[in-house]
């Protein structure tokens, strides 16, 4: 039987009475079987996929989020950025202003203080009072109060603008001086004139400041 089995055949005599068939006829019948079919996933399988689907989904949406707020913060703080420098840059130009303003205005004030000195170096000796040629003149100043000087009648007109412009209750240049009756204005453009010349020859005469 085993000598049957391992060379192709039963031996007779046996009490086998299946009939034989060869190995190689049995695997030609094999492909005569039904192949089975895939059985469609579970619904638990599926729904797992599903989850993991969704949790991928939401993870890529996260990272999405956080690579747009990343990137929302550095524009924030490169906008804050430019902002400061601005900032910085502005407040350094104001300081440059305020300080060139400074230098200007103290330019200007001792440019001015050099000029009433200037003015007043240039005043004459005031005259006496029994000279036959002098005369005194009375400005009225805006706030009430009265400056007075003898003057001669040659004297020139620039000479009383001075004497006024050292007192420094207004600025040169700002205002004229009138004569009320009759009524004459002066102003420093006519400085070149002498008193005499003006019609100043009273021995006192009264005058008033008004501003321009």
Do not use: C, W
């Not at 906008?79 to 840059?89: F, L």
């Not at 007043?120 to 009225?140: G, H, K, Q």
């Amino acid at each position: 039987m085993l000598e049957a089995a391992m060379f192709g055949g039963i031996p007779e005599g046996t009490g086998y009475r299946f009939p034989y068939t060869p190995h190689h006829q049995f695997m030609q019948n094999e492909n005569h079987y039904p192949r089975p079919v895939p059985r469609p996933p579970s619904p638990s399988l599926q729904a797992q996929r599903l989850i993991r689907e969704q949790q991928d989904d939401e993870y890529l949406a996260s990272l999405a989020a956080d690579r747009e707020k990343e990137m929302k913060a550095i524009e924030e703080a490169e906008a804050r950025r430019v902002q400061e420098e601005v900032a910085r840059k502005a407040a350094l130009e104001e300081e440059r202003r305020k300080e060139e303003e400074s230098r200007r205005k103290l330019e200007e004030e001792q440019e001015f203080e050099r000029l009433l000195a200037a003015k007043e170096a240039s005043l004459a000796l005031e005259p006496s009072s029994n000279d036959e040629n002098a005369v005194t003149l009375l400005v009225r100043m805006p706030d009430g109060s009265r400056r007075g000087r003898r003057f001669l009648k040659s004297d020139k007109l620039h000479a009383l603008f001075d004497f006024i412009d050292i007192g420094r209750v207004v600025k040169p240049g700002t205002y004229r001086l009138v004569r009320p009756y009759p009524r004459r204005a002066f102003s420093d453009g006519e400085g070149a004139l002498t008193l005499n010349e003006l019609g100043l020859t009273s021995k006192q005469e009264a005058l008033f400041l008004e501003l321009i």
